[in-house]
């Protein structure tokens, strides 16, 4: 998606609006030395599910960045979200702003888009507000304009559009439904394993001990407890790095939990490839992929066995990805 060109200037109005022979001498001026355009004043939101990070933007260039809580209403309350926006925009300054994108899961219809709009207007009363599901922030870092998105982050979601605008999607349904492959499902999954070790009286695996260890719990019960008490999906979902580090000491349930996600995630590209008919780009992003390599390596490789070789593993924040829908950046 990229967004209309300003608004033609006075030059160009000139231009079109009279013959040539009609030109006044201030008109001819004028045509010789335009006034400058302004540069875009814009601000960038990627409101994920544990954090939102913002960019301002003058013209191309990056003139200041902030990261704060996330305002996905989702996951946290109105007033929470309303918070986290009004510490983003003050990090960002006081300057003017003539346009906000801003990315963000659960975008799913108009009155999501109306709901978070109105959240942001509060803070950037005078400037356009455009809302798009995050999905097209991660394929818009990886400078594609056709391809899939692929999210693996607290949560997980599957995007893909083609050269013909048609779009498709596979899953970012929430944690209740879904969310296979992302932090939070790690982390879960790393309880079960263990719980399921309790259950059995089995020795404590590798995964269970470090899990235990992260969380602060030595019995079956502390840890259930954690569970369904006060802590966040966002903590879970921090915890999927436990899961990486068993692998990495060689511990066979934690190379499970990746082969599932890993056979989740290659099969729910497949669907929207087949069903757009495209083969790449490939564009992945969110922190859980972007942080473990482990994981890179055998998406990189089963993606291959697949089919698909234009695999881009995002190195930089998707909310980087507006500059280009705002069309600041080109194509590649």
């Given at each position: 998606m990229i967004f209309p060109a300003p608004?033609?200037?006075?030059?160009?109005?000139?231009?079109?609006?009279?013959?040539?022979?009609?030109?006044?001498?201030?008109?001819?001026?004028?045509?010789?030395?335009?006034?400058?355009?302004?540069?875009?004043?814009l601000v960038a939101l990627d409101i994920g599910g544990t954090k939102t990070h913002a960019v301002r933007y003058l013209g191309d260039q990056v003139v200041a960045e902030a990261r704060t809580g996330s305002a996905n209403v989702q996951n946290v309350s109105v007033e929470q979200a309303q918070q986290a926006l009004r510490e983003a925009f003050t990090a960002l300054g006081d300057e003017p702003v003539d346009l906000v994108i801003a990315g963000s899961g659960g975008i799913d219809t108009d009155a999501d888009e109306l709901a978070l709009s109105g959240l942001i207007e509060r803070f950037a009363p005078k400037a356009e507000v455009r809302i798009v599901h995050d999905t097209r922030l991660i394929l818009a870092a990886g400078y594609a304009q056709t391809g899939i998105a692929v999210i693996l982050g607290t949560g997980s979601a599957i995007w893909g559009v083609n050269s013909f605008e048609r779009t498709a999607r596979y899953g970012g349904w929430g944690y209740l439904l879904g969310d296979e492959g992302a932090g939070y499902w790690f982390g879960r999954e790393a309880v079960r394993h263990a719980l399921d070790e309790f259950n059995r009286g089995q020795q404590r695996s590798v995964l269970t001990s470090l899990l235990l260890e992260h969380c602060g719990c030595e019995h079956r019960e502390e840890l259930i407890a954690l569970f369904h008490g006060q802590t966040t999906r966002e903590y879970w979902a921090q915890c999927a790095s436990v899961v990486f580090d068993a692998i990495t000491a060689g511990d066979a349930a934690a190379e499970e939990i990746l082969d599932r996600a890993a056979t989740y995630v290659v099969a729910s590209i497949s669907e929207v490839a087949k069903q757009l008919e495209l083969t790449g780009p490939i564009v992945l992003g969110g922190g859980v992929i972007e942080h473990q390599r482990i994981y890179q390596q055998r998406l990189r490789a089963e993606l291959g066995s697949a089919g698909f070789h234009d695999l881009r593993f995002l190195d930089q924040s998707p909310v980087y990805g507006v500059a280009f829908l705002a069309g600041l950046v080109g194509n590649t």
């Open positions: 608004a033609m200037n006075k030059c160009a109005k000139i231009r079109r609006n009279k013959d040539i022979h009609d030109l006044t001498v201030d008109d001819c001026m004028e045509l010789r030395h335009p006034a400058p355009v302004a540069p875009l004043r």
